[in-house]
Each structure stands twice: as C-alpha cells, then as structure tokens.
C-alpha cells in the first residue's frame, strides 16, 4: 500500500514558489461521504472508489500540469444535474461562466457545511501563495478547485475544462499546478493591419483557456492610428475600433484574468499622429522629413503625445503599460547632433554643454514615463529604447522589452540584467510573427518553440545564465503586421495556433517537455 501511494505521486516538474495551501488539505476533510451526499440530495449513491479501480493517470493539458498525484477512483465529467457552487462572492463571475461551458447549473456561494451533490464542482478561496496557483481534487464524484486568488481558481477551471474536452473525463486524484513566469503574453499589432473586434475576441477566449494574462495591443503606428480619440479625433484612422468595442474588449479579457497593455509608441513610429500634424514632423538639416518621427524639440510634441496617454489610461485599467521608444530614426544616421541641429540645441539647453540627441530621446522616453506613472501603471519600453552612454539615465522602474540585437550599438541582454532591469522576453528569432516575413524574419514554428526555447533566451538561440532567472517576468509571442496584405486574419489565426501552444507550455514549465512534439500537436489537435 505505501509503494502503490508513492507510485502515485506524479510530479511533472519543478515548482517555482509555494503552492497554493487551503486549510482543507486534498479537500476530503470537507465533503460528506458519498452516502451522505446521495441521501440529502435524493440522488443515487455515487460509485464508491475502491481498488477495482487503476490508478489514474495525470491529465493531458496545453500547458501540461505541475504535479498530479493519483487515487483511484471513477473521476468526474459533467453531468445532467450537476452544479457549479463557489465559497466566495469574488468567484461567481469564473462560476457561471465555467457553468455555462461545461453545461452546468450555477448554483451560487454555499458555506463549506452546505449540500453537497455528487456531480458538483465547487470552487474556493484559500490559503497562501502564488495568486496564480491552485489545487484540483477529484474525488468522490465531485470536484474541488481551491487557491488563494481568484486567478489561480480560473486557472483550475481551464485545467478541467480541456480534462473534460470531447467527454472526457478528469482523472481521480489532486493536481497542484502554477505558472513558473507570472507575465505571459500575446501582443497584436492593429496599427498596420486593422483586425476586428469579433476576431480579437476570439483570441482572448483561446488564451484565456490557454492561461495567458496579457493582449498587448500596438495601436499606433506610421500605417494607422485604430482606436476612436476624443481629444485628438483627427489623428484617427477611418478603419478603427470604438471606445465602446475596446470597452467590451477589455471586458471578455478581464473575464478570464487577462490584461490588456496597450501601446502608443514614441517617439518613432507616430506617422499616422503625424499626417494631422505635419508642423511636427521631424527633418534634418536640409529640411527632409524623418518617417514616423516626431520633433522632440518641441513642447508642442510632448502635450500632444500626453493627451492619448492620458485620454487611453482611462480606456486600458490595467496595471501595464508599453511606451514603445524604440527606431527613433534620428539615432540610426551616422551623428545625430550634425543631421538634426534644433535636437542636438534642445539637448544642450535642456542637459547641458554635453548632452547629445540620445539625452535628449532619454529624456523623451522618462517624460513619458512621468505621465503614465501618474496613472499607476508598470511601463516596460523597447530594448532599443535604451542607449549606452548617455548622461541622462532611462527611469529605473522602466521594465525592459528585449526583442532583437540588430539594432546600432545592439546591446546584449546581460547588460540589462546587470544593471538590475527587469526584463521581458520577445526574442524576435522565435517570438515574432512578421507578415510577409520581410526582411530576415521567417514564421515561426511550435516545435521551434517547443523543443528549444526558454524564456532565459533573450536574443538569438543562447540563454543568459541561470541566476538571472528571477528577473525575467515572461515572455509574449507577437504579430507585427509589417505586409498587412500577406495573409487574411483568418491566416494569422491558424498561423499562430501552434506557436501559441507552444510558448505557454515553456511559460508555464521552462524545463523540458515530457511529451514529444508529435504527442504535443495531436493533443493541441483534440483539444482545439
């Protein structure tokens, strides 16, 4: 009996943290017994676990579970009847929407101590630890899903939902499960290629069941500027979203525990900002317009840009926030302070004798920064965005999004890392997914992904050293629409299902898979 206990235990990788704690223990010590339960519902006594039963095994999942530890017993699927209850009002939005999907009655918040029906799944809030982590048991005919933080629970829910995909059933046994990096992303480029509401919508469902917590949206860009403004509403694109089916966006994402980041980049990449604004477009001595660059030695560059700050912090309540800063085109000529002189006097008059265009973009970027912090957020920039070398150092609570080394004076992630920067991984040689694949991009593969990325992989296809670890958030697989017309939105849809699966599943759990890739795409296929 002790060897078949310890065979049963199946650990499938190795947590970061504490898990997820509740009081109740595997949460035996709070259901009746089966008999009990049959007799104060009406209902027939549930199959009684006994050793006629095999050891369950651990659950199929994208991304695959921490730990399980089996039992015997006939599992749980949803049935006729059966009931979805929560311990806590902060859970009834995950209650009735799991009710929904799983074609189950929401029965609402009942005490530990209230009717317990066979067929019932209860969801709870309890114990310490990661907010994002939670246990399942299965047990008894009845399923418990308990964590410390409404996330984590959700998180659970997702966890039975593909259990029970295709009327499947969600094996006997406790699963104790979180993710290894608290920040996973998805970002969408709208700017250069206007997606609809529906289909962004429809990617936050698959996320959401795919335990992602983050949609960054790229929203402004030289193509287009896609979100209805009230304060500057002439910059606006004629193809673009209302605030009302953002407002409904940034709902179905909140619903399953996603945030969405939005980002107005700058100073580069502002050409649809710019049309309107053409007395603030950026030129070189010789009076030649920069693309998509704005003047930054203007004030009146500076207050138009902070009026969309300020007017989308309302729209976007979550805690990020993307300032963008990177190919500001000033800083790619061979000297700055000789191809755009009024910079190069704005440096020095703002930083001193010394300062260079780079002080001055710094300076740019921490303004920026100054406005959005006012509105409580976490900003993250464009590694590009950062310069060796200047006296004017970026924000220290700017968090770095690390994308590529080809940039002028490319910086290794190391530095970054050194310095103490919280980093975040779109490592663009397996993250980006660049329609028309221009330049030296090529799309990228799940099993690519799959079978050798970490999220200690910055920049290229080496890791930074392992100590580093705490620093780097997460990570976010992006499409950026550079040849919009390469491919229909139904295209990057099934271009990215795969890639998707696959970055998840290392966010989750960096260590190697246990499953093969074959294994891991046929069950991305059942699953959906």
Not at 113 to 137: I, K
Not at 296 to 317: C, N, W
Not at 373 to 396: C, I, K, L, Y
Request: hydrophobic share 35%.
């Amino acid at each position: 009996m002790v060897a078949a206990a310890f065979a049963g235990t199946v650990a499938l990788g190795t947590g970061i943290g504490v898990w997820a704690t509740s009081g109740g223990g595997d949460g035996a010590a709070r259901q009746p017994s089966a008999s009990a339960r049959a007799t104060s519902s009406g209902a027939a006594p549930a199959p009684t676990p006994t050793r006629s039963y095999p050891l369950s095994q651990a659950p199929r999942t994208i991304p695959a579970v921490r730990s399980h530890t089996a039992a015997r017993g006939p599992g749980w699927r949803p049935r006729q009847g059966g009931r979805v209850v929560v311990s806590n009002g902060a859970l009834a939005d995950e209650g009735r929407l799991t009710a929904s999907e799983l074609g189950l009655s929401y029965a609402g918040q009942k005490g530990a101590d209230d009717d317990v029906r066979p067929g019932d799944l209860r969801l709870d809030l309890g114990g310490s630890g990661d907010p994002e982590s939670y246990t399942m048991t299965v047990r008894g005919g009845s399923v418990r899903i308990s964590g410390p933080g409404d996330a984590g629970v959700f998180y659970g829910t997702r966890t039975l939902k593909q259990e029970v995909h295709g009327g499947g059933t969600a094996p006997e046994g406790v699963v104790r499960d979180q993710p290894a990096k608290p920040q996973r992303g998805f970002m969408l480029d709208i700017a250069r290629k206007p997606f609809t509401a529906g289909w962004i919508e429809s990617r936050i469902r698959e996320l959401g069941d795919l335990k992602f917590n983050q949609l960054g949206l790229h929203f402004s860009d030289d193509q287009g500027f896609r979100i209805e403004s009230d304060t500057h509403p002439e910059i606006v694109s004629r193809d673009h979203l209302t605030k009302a089916q953002v407002k409904e966006i940034v709902a179905v994402a909140a619903a399953r525990h996603i945030q969405v980041v939005p980002e107005i980049d700058s100073p580069g990449h502002l050409g649809a900002v710019l049309a309107a604004h053409p007395e603030l477009r950026l030129r070189n001595a010789q009076g030649v317009v920069t693309r998509g660059a704005i003047d930054i030695s203007k004030d009146a560059s500076a207050e138009l840009v902070d009026d969309l700050l300020d007017e989308y912090a309302d729209l976007f309540p979550g805690s990020y926030w993307n300032l963008g800063g990177d190919e500001y085109q000033a800083l790619t000529v061979a000297n700055p302070q000789a191809s755009y002189p009024q910079l190069a006097a704005a440096a020095r008059q703002e930083y001193g004798s010394g300062a260079t265009v780079a002080d001055l973009t710094t300076g740019w970027l921490n303004a920026r920064a100054d406005t959005v912090r006012a509105h409580e957020r976490t900003m993250r920039a464009w590694n590009d965005g950062f310069f060796r070398g200047t006296s004017v150092q970026p924000a220290e609570d700017l968090q770095v999004a690390y994308w590529t080394g080809k940039e002028i004076g490319a910086r290794q992630p190391v530095e970054y890392l050194r310095a103490g920067r919280k980093v975040l991984n779109y490592n663009d040689e397996y993250l980006y997914y660049v329609l028309g694949e221009p330049n030296t991009f090529v799309y990228p593969t799940g099993q690519r992904i799959y079978e050798q990325w970490i999220p200690r992989m910055l920049r290229g296809t080496s890791a930074v050293a392992a100590r580093y670890e705490p620093q780097i958030l997460g990570g976010s697989f992006a499409v950026w629409c550079d040849l919009a017309g390469s491919q229909t939105q139904d295209q990057v849809a099934a271009g990215i299902r795969m890639p998707l699966r696959a970055t998840i599943q290392k966010l989750w759990d960096p260590a190697p898979p246990t499953m093969s890739w074959t294994d891991f795409k046929a069950l991305a296929n059942r699953l959906g």
